[in-house]
């Protein structure tokens, strides 16, 4: 059952969820419940009835691979934690890194197509047997646990707490990505009444414009302009056309998903952060990712770009701060591209907006010097339409259609 994909899922968990939004108004919660809750959508979402093993239905490989990765990311967090009191070094540090990022790694390798390597074994699928449903939003949050823990912004760990964070069910698929210790305080801290009232209300707000958004307007692009263009065929018109219509389809259909996920983890108390701020009002291309899948931008930002900037200016790497911004952004985006997948359009996309990144830097320099002399409305009106066509080009890289 893929969460947010049918209406099945829907009523399953709001069904689930009513002693939930009841204990709630009265200002209550029970983390027992919760966690039932959690265990049995889990077994829903990872349920695949043409991969079950010896015949039971809720052992899918899907969730055997999932359990089995839970455990191996918690056992590594709880390992580095008694490590880094011991002896805080970087290549203890990076060890950890890399072996958290491994299983992703070879699920990632093992999908793409640049190996010529076909991943099925009979009838099953290697990554289905390795990899499951989102395996990389999980990665993340572990990532994170673990360079917290090396700043020593987390010195304790609770594996319970942590495992609660990991698999919490409305944003296990693709995020939003939340941080640890925010996640944590929104359960300890509780919440009164009226608080939770107001969370509901807007958690109903972002139900109904979620299926607006990705049931409505999404689902109408894809039937009239996505499957409707052979775009090998069409002409410059129709590709351009297409090229419109799948970005917008991109923002839709993401965005409505992202509503539904926020939505949910407010019914269950907790705050996730938003993923979407109105990107397409973008007036550069670094105001488009602060808007544009906010969690992930946010999560590279502080977890790559900030950390290589970091380490190069304290090493004296390279003298100058600019250089060393340039190489931070194109690195950023470059992983950023194979996270999506080991494949050359997505490599191709993150490298296209890295090297945005660099020429807007440059461009900001020249306009210090150069400032505009027409009315500030003019100059956002001619950025917002200039960013939007930067950004819709760089989604046709993305979708592989291009060459």
Not at 6 to 27: E, K, R, W, Y
Not at 38 to 54: A, E, G, R, S
């Amino acid at each position: 059952m893929i969460p947010y994909g049918d209406f099945p899922f829907f009523m399953i968990s709001l069904a689930l969820l009513l002693p939930v939004i009841v204990l709630g108004l009265m200002g209550k919660r029970n983390e027992y419940y919760n966690w039932i809750v959690t265990v049995i959508m889990l077994v829903l979402i990872f349920k695949d009835p043409n991969k079950n093993l010896f015949g039971v239905s809720f052992l899918s490989f899907e969730m055997i691979s999932f359990v089995l990765f839970l455990i191996y990311q918690l056992v590594l967090i709880k390992f580095y934690l008694k490590m880094v009191k011991v002896s805080n070094t970087l290549p203890r540090f990076v060890t950890f890194i890399i072996l958290s990022i491994l299983p992703l790694a070879i699920v990632k390798i093992i999908q793409s197509s640049l190996f010529g390597f076909t991943g099925h074994i009979g009838t099953f699928s290697i990554k289905s047997i390795i990899g499951f449903l989102g395996i990389s939003y999980i990665m993340f949050k572990c990532i994170q646990i673990i360079m917290e823990i090396r700043d020593k912004r987390i010195k304790e760990i609770n594996l319970l707490e942590v495992a609660k964070f990991l698999t919490f069910f409305p944003t296990i698929s693709s995020g939003p990505i939340d941080r640890f210790k925010r996640f944590n305080k929104d359960i300890t801290k509780g919440f009164t009444k009226e608080k939770y009232a107001d969370m509901l209300q807007k958690a109903i707000h972002y139900i109904f414009i979620g299926f607006l958004y990705k049931y409505i307007i999404a689902y109408y692009i894809n039937q009239k302009v996505i499957l409707n263009i052979n775009f090998d065929s069409a002409d410059i018109w129709m590709k351009i056309i297409y090229m419109y219509g799948y970005s917008f389809y991109l923002f839709f259909d993401f965005a409505g998903y992202s509503l539904f996920a926020i939505a949910f983890s407010y019914i269950m108390g907790i705050e996730t952060p938003p993923n979407f701020n109105q990107p397409f009002k973008a007036k550069n291309i670094k105001d488009f990712w602060n808007r544009w899948h906010m969690s992930l931008s946010f999560w590279f930002r502080d977890m790559v770009y900030m950390r290589f900037v970091f380490f190069v200016s304290k090493n004296k790497y390279i003298k100058n701060n600019f250089t060393t911004s340039n190489i931070g952004f194109m690195i950023n985006f470059l992983i950023m591209g194979i996270w999506h997948g080991v494949e050359w359009f997505y490599m191709a996309y993150g490298l296209y907006h890295g090297i945005l990144f660099v020429l807007y830097g440059y461009y900001e320099q020249y306009r210090k010097k150069h400032p505009y002399k027409l009315p500030a409305k003019i100059v956002d009106a001619m950025g917002i339409i200039i960013t939007f066509h930067v950004v819709a080009f760089g989604f046709l890289i993305f979708s592989g259609k291009l060459f």
